[in-house]
């Protein structure tokens, strides 16, 4: 087997083991808990595989619908925008020279390392005197706004690491400098595109404190908030709990299993780079 | 966007810190006063005392643990690395609350920890682990660890392949053993990904909000408090907003000043 044949494999065996192994989980822990009430007999009565109809009961009764709904608009609307502005700043300081460049790129690099716990406060009462908590834009803004300073630094290095030459081919036929980046490096960019992309997806996906501050009204709560309360609801019933908690896992989980070469690779890159 | 967004709650956060404020009515200027009050604050002091038990755990010893694992790999090729590698980054994907819930579930009083614990005959060690004063704190610091690890992990082996071979053959040349190889080839290769990974392991460790939250809110009594749930429940909860904002640009200014110090103590070394 080469290494990628390898790799798919593992690939694909932790998919069909988080499919299978955590309802199974969840239950021999029911098994467990309900033995002494029930008696010995009942201990053996799940079925080999897991059970679909926890996972059922657990999406009803948390109404993750509506919360995956949510998380996936957040999220494609911060991605989305994040792309949209970082891939023309990135190309505006990773090959053009105007004056304050480099101070505003530091100032940039800061918005990498202040975290959301040190920005909550002052963001919850600007947006709630603007009237726009318990609203998605409470989400998507912010979340935005912090993504852009990673989006920015990544999409200036790869600019940097482009050959001066295309471009100024490019530029000789007789192209603008808008052009050039659309028509000529941006298809280049691609796989850089696309591991901003994923990391941006992923940590707004996962974003927590923001949703939990900004939102308490029940239709615009993200998958992992409506998972913590869920949580302190039906704190005891561990399948509903763990089917849940799989449930809001998924989609990154996914996401990273079918991109993880890319992601680690750009990971990583950006990482020893920064 | 990004000026909007980061650049003014940065200047309001520091504004708001300035006056002892309920969130409600108009609040009162009292200048650096929360500033003072948070440095005499007993609550804000063991919450930053938390804070340096869970660097250990999320950072010293995930560190630790990658670089030792990097040492003895190093030189053997083993296959299916990529997977090995897929497994390990795996937490650091999901959500934290995904990741707490799972170990609440794990160090319940009837989960699998204690279970394996009765199974083998230690059934005396079985407790409530988050429940209790004295293991809660280092039971959060071990999923900060469990997250972590294979962070470090994989960040120090993508090094190590970066360093040239024949850096370790010359050191073989000079007699050098495994352990010497280690401090004179591979640790000083390693200088910028242990740079990465100290910055993000410490930030983690002095964020750490999702996970806390998660599994005790703080709690037992102010077991597990740090200062990013002592912001949360400060500005929203019993209305000290005016603490809270200063509670947060203190962890702002510690956290940059970290990475600053961190990168420039890593590249200072010869």
């Excluded at chain 1, 098994?31 to 010995?40: S, V």
């Excluded at chain 1, 799940?46 to 059970?51: E, M, N, S």
């Excluded at chain 1, 940590?203 to 913590?228: K, Y």
């Excluded at chain 2, 959500?95 to 799972?102: K, M, R, S, W």
Aim: aromatic residues 10%.
């Amino acid at each position: 087997m080469t290494a990628s044949g390898v790799e798919r494999a593992v690939t694909y065996a932790v998919l069909a083991l988080f499919s299978v192994l955590c309802p199974g989980a969840d239950r021999g822990d029911r098994a467990d808990r309900d033995a002494p009430a029930r008696g010995a007999a009942d201990r053996g009565r799940a079925a080999p595989l897991g059970q679909p109809g926890t996972f059922r009961s657990a999406w009803d009764a948390g109404g993750f619908g509506r919360l995956m709904a949510s998380s996936v608009l957040v999220s494609a609307s911060v991605v989305a925008l994040t792309t949209a502005l970082c891939i023309p700043a990135g190309y505006a300081f990773g090959t053009m020279r105007f004056p304050g460049a480099t101070p505003i790129f530091y100032v940039m690099l800061a918005g990498m390392v202040v975290p959301f716990e040190s920005l909550i406060v002052p963001l919850y009462y600007t947006f709630r005197d603007a009237g726009l908590t318990d609203t998605y834009w409470a989400l998507i803004l912010p979340q935005t706004g912090l993504s852009i300073s990673f989006g920015t630094f990544w999409m200036r290095a790869f600019f940097r690491s482009v050959p001066v030459e295309l471009a100024d081919a490019a530029r000789v036929d007789g192209a603008s400098s808008w052009r050039v980046l659309w028509r000529v490096l941006v298809p280049i960019g691609r796989p850089a595109i696309l591991t901003m992309v994923v990391l941006v997806f992923m940590w707004t996906w996962n974003e927590f404190l923001l949703a939990l501050v900004m939102i308490s009204d029940q239709s615009h709560r993200t998958a992992p908030l409506g998972l913590s309360t869920f949580q302190s609801r039906y704190g005891v019933d561990v399948p509903s709990v763990s089917a849940a908690a799989v449930l809001v896992a998924a989609p990154v989980v996914v996401v990273y299993l079918l991109t993880q070469r890319q992601f680690l690779r750009g990971m990583l890159a950006g990482s020893i780079r920064g | 966007m990004f000026a909007l967004f980061v650049i003014a709650p940065i200047a309001d956060g520091a504004w708001i810190s300035l006056f002892r404020w309920d969130g409600v009515t108009s609040g009162t200027w009292v200048g650096l006063g929360n500033y003072r009050a948070a440095i005499h604050d007993a609550a804000v002091r063991t919450a930053f005392q938390h804070s340096l038990v869970l660097i250990l755990f999320y950072a010293v010893l995930p560190v630790a643990v990658g670089l030792a694992l990097t040492g003895l790999l190093v030189h053997s090729r083993v296959r299916g690395v990529a997977a090995v590698r897929t497994v390990i980054f795996l937490p650091q994907v999901l959500a934290a609350v995904v990741v707490g819930v799972a170990w609440r579930w794990l160090y319940d009083p009837e989960g699998p920890i204690n279970q394996a614990l009765a199974a083998v005959g230690l059934g005396s060690l079985r407790h409530s682990w988050l429940g209790d004063l004295s293991t809660a704190l280092p039971a959060v610091g071990v999923i900060g660890s469990w997250i972590t690890t294979g962070l470090c992990l994989v960040l120090f082996m993508a090094g190590a392949q970066r360093i040239p071979p024949a850096r370790y053959e010359a050191a073989r040349v000079d007699g050098a053993g495994p352990v010497r190889e280690f401090f004179a080839v591979t640790l000083p290769g390693l200088r910028n990904e242990l740079a990465v990974a100290l910055s993000l392991t410490v930030i983690a460790a002095l964020r750490a909000f999702d996970i806390i939250y998660v599994t005790t809110k703080g709690g037992p009594g102010d077991a597990t408090t740090v200062p990013s749930l002592l912001i949360y429940t400060r500005a929203f909860v019993t209305g000290q907003v005016g603490s809270a904002a200063a509670i947060g640009a203190i962890m702002g200014l510690l956290i940059l000043a970290l990475v600053v110090i961190i990168t420039r103590l890593v590249e200072d070394r010869p």
